[in-house]
Nanobody
Framework: HVQLVESGGGSVQAGGSLRLSCAAS????????MGWFRQAPGKEREGVAS???????RYTSSVEGRFTISQDSTKNILYLQMHSLKPEDTAMYYC?????????????????????WGQGTQVTVS
């Protein structure tokens, strides 16, 4: 079965950096679109970044230029490199996967389009 396991969260000061990782297993990685999402207390889950199997990426505007999504397809690992972190980036961050045929690039930051989710990793920026 599909399994996604995030790691790399933590507490940092504003302006700092973190790199999140998501280890994926149980499916053909190249057949899926992958995304990072986040949810702050009292707020809806929002799409942060997505990457397709061909490497095309998409970012929500608030992280553009600060965050970079990437993947190592040989190891089935998804990354989110975060720089210039702000207090408003504080949230639980989730890795998610969905079959490539199910989502267009324009839809790739919408949480309801994703079938599989990790347990989340907390990022706190103070």
């Amino acid at each position: 079965h599909v399994q996604l396991v995030e790691s790399g969260g933590g507490s940092v000061q504003a302006g700092g950096s973190l790199r999140l990782s998501c280890a994926a297993s149980g499916y053909t990685y190249s057949s899926y679109c992958m995304g990072w999402f986040r949810q702050a207390p009292g707020k809806e889950r929002e799409g942060v970044a997505s990457i397709e199997s061909d490497g095309r990426t998409r970012y929500t505007s608030s992280v553009e230029g600060r965050f970079t999504i990437s993947q190592d397809s040989t190891k089935n690992i998804l990354y989110l490199q975060m720089h210039s972190l702000k207090p408003e980036d504080t949230a639980m961050y989730y890795c998610a996967a969905t079959p490539r045929w199910r989502v267009t690039r324009a839809q790739s930051l919408t949480p309801t389009n994703y079938d599989y989710w990790g347990q989340g990793t907390q990022v706190t920026v103070s």
